[in-house]
């Protein structure tokens, strides 16, 4: 297992998570896709889309290797959600 070295703060990752999102991403993907998970490479701009974060950051690492992945979920604020099974 390949264990990959972060080499941004985590407020620079998620600056630049956002910004590639909201700039360059969400266009694309937005539409149909509610709920879905987008895997974002925030060097390049790569991302990848799919139903869930393994998935997607898979699906990423293997067109690029050391990508720096940033997951957002369609229409969500965040890609999960914690809370008590009584509270859902």
């Known amino acids: 297992m390949t264990v990959h070295q972060f080499r941004y703060s985590k407020e620079e990752f998620a600056r630049r998570g956002d910004e590639i999102y909201q700039s360059q991403v969400r266009t694309q993907v937005e539409e149909g896709n509610y709920g879905k998970i987008v895997a974002i490479n925030i060097e390049t701009g790569a991302f990848e889309l799919a139903n869930d974060t393994i998935v997607a950051s898979d699906r990423l690492l293997e067109r ?5 992945i940033w997951c957002i979920r369609i229409g969500h604020k965040g890609v999960h959600r914690f809370a008590s099974p009584c509270l859902l």
Do not use: R
């Open 64 to 68: 690029v290797p050391d990508a720096q």
